[in-house]
């Protein structure tokens, strides 16, 4: 079946610099995209989407951009920050259909 | 607040026992999953329900049954605990009220382990 893939299983960041998250998605059809953050022990938290109508959409430190061409999501974090330490997943659907999660990145930043 | 929770948190079994494990939300949504994740790998689906009375199986073939006979609450049984069993269960809702109709907020989480 058609999934939603990151394409870096980890990341590794000094404190202070910009992160990049990125992810790929096979479904063309696919109109709603959530990136979450994971941190040990607790559930997915909700932390930026975006509709396919948009190519950008920034949130406190965080932007997400989408390319439609090729069908790929990234995720920035500007001044990553140790607290910014966690799994990150994408996850996209069809209207009014589940979400499709990927397999996650896990980002560790070090100070 | 509106919220979503989970109970137990933590729950260590023995082989052959029955557990629900509870989800209830307070978000007013009408939407609601039940995701199996091991630790830092991607989430599988198991069950959601599209409204009261409602519920169908996900992606990922489990042992398990829910019910949803409220809104609010969204239970998960497994009849037979085995160690296969041993993961996370994540409980997430979506739809009319907080959030946009395809956001899913998720729970807490309850970590299983059947011995």
């Known amino acids: 079946g058609e999934s939603v893939g990151l394409h870096l299983p980890t990341l590794s960041v000094q404190e202070g610099d910009n992160s990049i998250i990125n992810c790929a998605y096979s479904n063309s059809a696919s109109d709603y995209f959530i990136w979450y953050k994971q941190e040990s022990g607790k559930g997915p938290q909700f932390i930026i989407d975006?509709?396919?109508?948009?190519d950008k959409r920034q949130g406190q430190r965080v932007t997400v951009l989408l390319n439609k061409t090729v069908k790929h999501l990234s995720l920035q974090i500007a001044a990553t920050q140790p607290g910014d330490s966690a799994v990150y997943f994408c996850?996209?659907?069809?209207?009014?259909?589940?979400?499709?999660f990927g397999k996650g990145t896990t980002l560790s930043v070090s100070s | 607040e509106a919220d979503i929770y989970q109970t137990p948190r933590y729950l260590v079994i023995g082989t052959g026992k029955k557990i629900t494990l509870e989800c209830s939300q307070t978000m007013g949504h009408d939407k609601m999953y039940w995701y199996q994740q091991d630790p830092g790998m991607e989430l599988h689906l198991i069950h959601y329900?599209?409204?009261?009375?409602?519920?169908e199986k996900g992606d990922l073939s489990s042992e398990s049954t829910v019910s949803r006979i409220r809104t609010e609450h969204f239970p998960l049984t497994l009849e037979s605990a085995r160690p296969s069993h041993t993961s996370q269960y994540l409980c997430a809702s979506s739809g009319r009220g907080q959030g946009g109709p395809d956001t899913q907020y998720f729970g807490p989480g309850t970590r299983l382990t059947v011995l």
């Open positions: 996850a996209e659907n069809q209207a009014g259909t589940a979400l499709i």
């Open positions: 329900s599209y409204g009261v009375n409602s519920t």
């Open positions: 975006i509709r396919s109508n948009m």
